[in-house]
């Protein structure tokens, strides 16, 4: 077993984290709060959230079957993980991490914050992904691999095996983003956790679960790992309103995620086939997400096309081994015919 332990910054392991009012309350019968300096004018917020989230964590731990001292929950989205991730393994100036290439782009701009060199390392051509590669790129000094699977923008998971042996091989942290993993058939990471504790899954609320807007990010990890982030995120990460509704949404709303994940998923099939027949698509990527990846003869002037009338989609055409693509998110059923019947005018021009 590999031990986590020495990949952490020593300033991050020698931390004294701060300790909020409500962490030095050790519990009681208590109805007068004068110890944090709060309003004491009930608004419904005027009292500080709980820094621990112990509540959230319990419900994300049934959803997830993981137990609370494994998660990590973040206000800021996963970007907040992210960044994390950097802050608590890699030192600035000297270390380094080696990514897939093309990739979602939050991995090399939280690197340059922090001052961490960042590797690409290119996915073959047909996407999969470059084991050997990816191990030839680490040295000693490279403290964290980042893997997206699905993968942004490519659409594609990746084979757990293919992401296991990386795990096995690499003497440092993988982390895996699964922020479009209820769209894929390919399991999630988490239940290799307590094999390979140099593991780190992140997912999110933003996506099958619609919340994007709420920012709630999770990453899971050993119970070493997890409570390491714990220590250095900011003490109230994650604002009372955000818990509560999280909560209430993973109590009521279960059923309905799985419901509109099986809806997205037949839309995606659907969008992808009429796509495939059109003249002016070269190639529709497979797509393990809530999104395609489309090849065009002439991108910009689709793009272009869709936003004047109203469809905005993101154009990754001059992402390397992108060249000609548009990503195109799966929206309802009405949206993705608007979409469906603006190109197959466009084709008729
Ligand atoms: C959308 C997305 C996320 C989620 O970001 P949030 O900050 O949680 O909204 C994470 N990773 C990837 C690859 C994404 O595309």
């Known amino acids: 077993m590999k031990n986590t332990l020495n990949y952490v910054r020593p300033n991050i392991l020698a931390l004294a984290p701060y300790s909020t009012a409500r962490d030095e309350f050790k519990g009681g019968d208590i109805s007068v709060w004068l110890d944090a300096n709060e309003s004491p004018y009930d608004n ?4 500080y959230p709980d820094p621990h989230q112990h509540e959230l964590k319990q419900h994300i731990a049934g959803l997830k079957g993981v137990r609370p001292e494994q998660i990590f929950v973040g206000g800021a989205g996963s970007d907040e993980a992210i960044d994390l991730v950097y802050r608590v393994f890699c030192r600035p100036g000297e270390d380094n991490v080696v990514a897939i290439a093309p ?3 939050v991995y ?7 001052d961490v060199e960042f590797r690409e390392v290119q996915l073959r051509s047909d996407f999969s992904l470059p084991v050997n590669r990816l191990l030839k790129a680490a040295d000693p000094r490279t403290k964290v691999i980042w893997i997206c699977s699905p993968n942004n923008p490519t659409a594609n998971a990746f084979p757990r095996a293919d992401i296991a042996r990386l795990a096995e091989a690499f003497d440092g942290i993988v ?6 993993i209820d769209f894929s058939e390919r399991g999630s990471m988490l239940d290799v956790l307590d094999s390979y504790p140099n593991v780190i899954v ?3 609320f933003s996506k099958a679960w619609g919340l994007a807007s709420l920012r709630l990010g999770m ?3 050993s119970e070493e790992i997890a409570a390491i982030f714990s220590r250095v995120k900011y003490p109230y990460n994650v604002n009372g309103p955000t818990q509560r509704k999280v909560i209430e949404h993973i109590v009521n709303d279960n059923i309905n995620i799985a419901e509109n994940v099986a809806e997205i998923i037949r839309e995606r099939d659907a969008l992808a086939a009429a796509l495939r027949e059109m003249p002016m698509v070269r190639e529709v990527y497979h797509s393990d997400a809530n999104f395609l990846l489309v090849k065009f003869d002439a991108p910009d002037a689709v793009y272009d ?7 905005i989609v993101r154009n990754r055409s001059r992402l390397l081994a992108c060249e000609g693509c548009l990503r195109i998110t799966v929206g309802t059923p009405e949206e993705n015919i608007r979409v469906i019947t603006l190109l197959k005018e466009y084709t008729q021009q």
């Open 44 to 47: 419904g917020v005027n009292r």
């Open 219 to 221: 990453a899971f990890a």
């Open 175 to 180: 982390v895996v983003d699964e922020a479009y």
């Open 202 to 204: 992140l997912q999110t």
């Open 103 to 105: 990739s979602y782009g």
């Open 108 to 114: 090399s701009v939280a690197a340059a914050i922090n």
């Open 305 to 311: 096309y869709l936003v004047d009338n109203g469809v």
